[in-house]
T-cell receptor
Framework: NAGVTQTPKFRVLKTGQSMTLLCAQD?????MYWYRQDPGMGLRLIHY???????AKGEVPDGYNVSRLKKQNFLLGLESAAPSQTSVYFC????????????????FGPGTRLTVL | KNEVEQSPQNLTAQEGEFITINCSYS?????LHWLQQHPGGGIVSLFM???GKKKHGRLIATINIQEKHSSLHITASHPRDSAVYIC?????????FGTGTSLTVIP
């Protein structure tokens, strides 16, 4: 099993450019998440999905869009990149045992380091 | 407002020392997770606990729900334990993440 994979690992964009980050998991997990990690701050949730075809906003959704057309994939899009979106992006997935997300171990991807100039 | 406070922020220890990392949180939780972020950036889950104590090898995690406090202990620390340790309480539908404790274990 590959677990959770992210593509690409690194990317440099110019302000205003667009891009899509791909997250894939092969564990048949229901839940998938996109986080960003910035120096001196904890992981912050951008968007998440509780199943194929569903998405929801997290703590910092502005400037991002997501799609979950297939259960194994969760895409994060930046339509018009800004320097404030320079960050390390992590995707995670978890199995839904019910009773909320608190009891489910999250499996993280290796991260994507994005720089917006 | 910080829902999660970890201490210390940075910690340097000699190999073999006993390590304690503390986490205090202000939200009502269903469970609390401890994560380890390797120097290369990868994040793995170490523990999920909702009461009492759990032990995996040299790592021990405890939680006091009434005091809203959790600790992560590492016995007989080793240089390969050098990493950032992140406390992540979960309310049942949302994770909160601490900023992490950066641990360096010197041989």
């Amino acid at each position: 099993n590959a677990g959770v994979t992210q593509t690409p690992k690194f990317r440099v964009l110019k302000t205003g450019q667009s891009m899509t980050l791909l997250c894939a998991q092969d564990m048949n997990h229901e839940y998938m998440y996109w986080y960003r990690q910035d120096p001196g701050m904890g992981l912050r949730l951008i968007h998440y999905s509780v199943g194929e075809g569903t998405t929801a906003k997290g703590e910092v959704p502005d400037g991002y869009n997501v799609s979950r057309l297939k259960k194994q994939n969760f895409l994060l899009g930046l339509e018009s990149a800004a320097p404030s979106q320079t960050s390390v992006y992590f995707c995670a997935s978890s199995y839904n045992r019910g009773g909320g997300t608190g009891y489910d171990e999250q499996f993280f991807g290796p991260g994507t380091r994005l720089t917006v100039l | 407002k910080n829902e999660v406070e970890q201490s210390p922020q940075n910690l340097t220890a000699q190999e073999g020392e006993f390590i304690t990392i503390n986490c205090s949180y202000s939200v009502g939780i269903s469970a609390l997770h401890w994560l380890q972020q390797h120097p290369g950036g990868g994040i793995v889950s170490l523990f999920m606990l909702s009461s009492g104590k759990k032990k995996h090898g040299r790592l021990i995690a405890t939680i006091n729900i009434q005091e809203k406090h959790s600790s992560l202990h590492i016995t007989a620390s080793h240089p390969r334990d050098s990493a950032v340790y992140i406390c992540a309480p979960n309310t049942g539908n949302q994770f909160y993440f601490g900023t992490g404790t950066s641990l360096t274990v010197i041989p």
